[in-house]
């Protein structure tokens, strides 16, 4: 197995993360008619790392998802989906009800299963700013679906979300499917932290940058290694309050984390989507059946491995 290092990252840089990338000569060549503007998103990218979007999300998409998560988690044994519970991947038909209704449980790409799911991810404004990102169209990797906050510790995605053969061409969307109360445990950023400057390059082991089996280094000594790192450049986390119809998108590099849940009782009922380049998106993770989508010139493939008769949800859209 080919040993991926920090040069592998930074050679695989989108054109924006560039240290010569020129945005007002980026601008000259684009003819698009957009209701916001984009060479102040593409410097909000640049120099945080993040981008906010507010009332952008069809709230009727948004209600059918919700529409087909609670009919998944009424009917979870009936269906083929993985889910992650503190860390740990399962079938979600062997979830107990107790474990369905805890903090830190993740359904894992939804989106094939949920035609909802994989419609939010393709939101317009979404794949539009992102396509302006990459210099390509965007395509969804994986999506992860929140009934309640994650409190995950500080961490970025690309040791853990790595099979785009461009390894930096990588970012997320955060949609929320209610508005988020403080007391939730609402997702916190750490705006700039995307730059390698900040973040730097944690070791798991030999030089690589990425989580292996063998790595000799933990998540939890990664997110202690970022916590110092914002902490030397003097960088203090943003709470993120949204209202439904919002969405957050962040860089791969981006430092991020689950805020403490202060009240139990309250649900954080969130949608992310992992996306790269259609250039980057890797050749075998495609289904050409026809069982994918193309919406709003982005992507979102049907995995091969998956069994393509697999029950799905009944969204009403």
Request: contains cysteine; hydrophobic residues 35%.
């Amino acid at each position: 197995m080919k040993l991926i290092t920090k040069n592998d990252w930074m050679s695989s840089r989108a054109w924006i993360d560039l240290d010569n990338a020129d945005i007002q000569r980026y601008l000259a060549k684009v003819s698009d008619n957009l209701d916001y503007d984009l060479e102040q998103k593409l410097r909000d990218w640049q120099t945080r790392g993040v981008v906010i979007f507010e009332r952008v999300v069809d709230r009727s998409l948004i209600d059918a998802l919700l529409n087909d998560v609670e009919y998944l988690r009424r009917n979870h044994r009936d269906f083929e989906l993985s889910a992650e519970i503190k860390g740990t991947q399962k079938d979600i038909a062997t979830f107990t009800d107790e474990e369905l209704d805890s903090d830190g449980v993740k359904f894992n790409s939804i989106h094939s299963i949920s035609r909802a799911a994989g419609r939010l991810s393709l939101t317009a404004t979404v794949t539009e700013f992102l396509r302006h990102v990459f210099g390509s169209p965007a395509c969804a990797l994986q999506s992860l679906t929140f009934y309640r906050g994650s409190q995950q510790p500080a961490h970025v995605d690309y040791p853990y979300v790595r099979c785009q053969t461009q390894l930096a061409h990588l970012a997320a969307s955060w949609i929320p499917l209610e508005d988020i109360d403080p007391d939730a445990g609402p997702l916190a950023y750490y705006p700039g932290s995307h730059r390698p400057d900040i973040s730097g390059f944690f070791d798991w082991g030999r030089g690589s940058i990425l989580l292996e089996q063998d790595s000799v280094r933990t998540p939890i000594e990664f997110s202690r290694y970022l916590e110092g790192r914002v902490e030397s450049a003097g960088i203090e986390p943003v709470v993120f309050l949204p209202k439904r119809g919002d969405v957050l998108i962040w860089h791969g590099n981006l430092i991020h984390e689950g805020t403490p849940i202060n009240n139990p009782a309250l649900t954080r009922k969130s949608y992310v989507t992992h996306y790269t380049s259609l250039s980057a998106y890797p050749k075998e993770h495609r289904r050409d059946d026809g069982r994918g989508l193309a919406l709003n010139g982005g992507y979102a493939y049907d995995y091969p491995w998956l069994n393509a008769a697999r029950k799905r949800l009944p969204s009403a859209v």
